[in-house]
């Protein structure tokens, strides 16, 4: 997850304490966001700015926000929370993975794909490659290219789709 150095030198402070993971637990709630989801189409419907170093904050609630719904979500974008810049956040294979500004610059083997989301009622079609190449800048803001396939794929695209502000 996303943290600050700041929160880091803290948290290993008050490991060390006495009841130091009761306390560290506490700390973490304290600077831990969950955001209410969007459901307003017209805000969800822009397309988002990019992002900046200053957004990383947005990131951390974007994360924490989805390990809150990590019962019926695999994926956020930014504006899922109230927030239009390009960030999405995604459980890769197990971790979750950020992205700032994420392009899709290959794709290839097309297919229909019927999908839901938190900000919008019922399931809908959309049109999905099975592998993706995607552009993205990471959380020091460098430029990265990474391939993606199959169920991955699929949310990856789910959520560049929110950044573009097209609804599934």
């Known amino acids: ?39 307003d189409e017209t805000f969800l419907a822009q397309k988002a700015e990019p992002a ?21 979500c695999v994926g956020m974008a930014a504006n899922m929370i109230g927030v239009n810049k390009r960030i999405i956040v995604f459980d890769n ?15 290839s083997g097309p297919y229909q794909a019927e999908e839901g989301c938190l900000s919008l009622t019922g399931i809908r079609k959309a049109k999905r490659w099975k592998s993706i190449k995607v552009q993205y800048q990471n959380e020091k803001f460098q ?3 990474k ?5 991955t794929a699929q949310s990856i695209q789910h959520e560049i789709d929110h950044c573009e502000g097209i609804l599934i």
């Open 93 to 107: 294979e197990g971790a979750y993975m950020v992205m700032f500004n994420p392009e899709i610059v290959k794709k």
């Open 147 to 151: 391939t993606f396939t199959g169920w």
């Open 1 to 39: 997850m996303l943290s600050s150095p700041v929160h880091g030198i803290l948290l290993e402070y008050i490991i060390d304490l006495p009841l130091g993971k009761v306390l560290a637990a506490i700390f973490w709630e304290l600077i831990s966001m969950v955001r209410e989801i969007m459901h």
């Open 52 to 72: 900046i170093s200053e957004d990383l904050p947005v990131a951390q609630d974007l994360l924490d926000t989805l390990a809150a719904h990590k019962d019926g």
């Open 143 to 145: 430029t990265r290219f």
